[in-house]
């Protein structure tokens, strides 16, 4: 079965430009993440979508940065303004979430270069 | 404030041996538990998880121990393949009652078999 796909898979932008970074979950699954990895370090929590709830902003960086997931499929992450401190690789992540069952399910990520 | 830390950033195992990562949280309140595994230009794939109701959780070469009283969760590989060498990522998540589903990662440990 297909897994989640993001697109583009590389993105180079001069700074100051805004970006669209797009993310197709598992068909099915309720719940949609966005995280960014910067260079050494850790996956950092952006934005979280469940079903028809309000979305958790909590990890967005700035207001430069947004989401919207619609018809709860298809996610859009737009960074506008782009600084050289948003360049890192974007992972947008699934999940079923029932029960206790927490796995997400990661996308191969977007590579965002500012320069 | 690492909530979840990866104090190894490397390890290097002889291929059959025994790899042992190790991960350290901070927040009382996770009680489910996962590891993930990276490879280069790749999403995280999930690998294994536990529940804080059990400490060991075992599936075919690989088990995690979790030690609720030191914050401590170890994965064990063994024995120890060539193809295990990738990044490898810890992370927490708390009660789903909450209602915040996130996942707060690990900065990851880049293991690599020694064939």
């Known amino acids: 079965g297909a897994g989640v796909s993001q697109s583009p898979s590389n993105k180079v932008t001069e700074k100051g430009k805004d970006v669209e970074l797009r993310c197709d979950p598992i068909s099915g699954h309720t719940a949609l993440y966005w995280y960014r990895q910067s260079l050494g370090q850790g996956l950092e929590f952006l934005i979280y979508f469940q079903g028809n709830s309000a979305p958790d902003k909590s990890g967005l960086p700035s207001d430069r940065f947004s989401a919207e997931r619609t018809g709860g499929s298809v996610s859009t992450l737009t960074i506008q303004r782009t600084q050289q401190e948003d360049s890192a690789v974007y992972l947008c992540?699934?999940?079923?979430?029932?029960?206790?069952?927490?796995?997400?399910?990661f996308g191969p990520g977007t590579r965002l270069t500012v320069t | 404030d690492q909530q979840v830390k990866q104090n190894s950033p490397s390890l290097s195992v002889q291929e059959g041996r025994i790899s042992i990562l190790n991960c350290d949280y901070t927040?009382?309140?996770?009680?489910?538990f996962l590891w993930y595994k990276k490879y280069p230009a790749e999403g995280p794939t999930f690998l294994i998880s536990?529940?804080?109701?059990?400490d060991k959780n075992e599936d075919g070469r690989f088990t995690v121990f979790l030690n609720k009283s030191a914050k401590h969760l170890s994965l064990h590989i063994v024995p120890s393949q060539p193809g295990d060498s990738a990044v490898y990522f810890c992370a927490a998540s708390p009660p789903r009652r909450f209602g915040n589903e996130k996942l707060t990662f690990g900065t990851g440990t880049r293991l690599t078999i020694i064939p």
């Open positions: 992540a699934s999940s079923l979430v029932q029960g206790h069952i927490y796995e997400q399910y």
């Open positions: 536990i529940s804080s109701i059990k």
């Open positions: 927040n009382s309140m996770f009680d489910y």
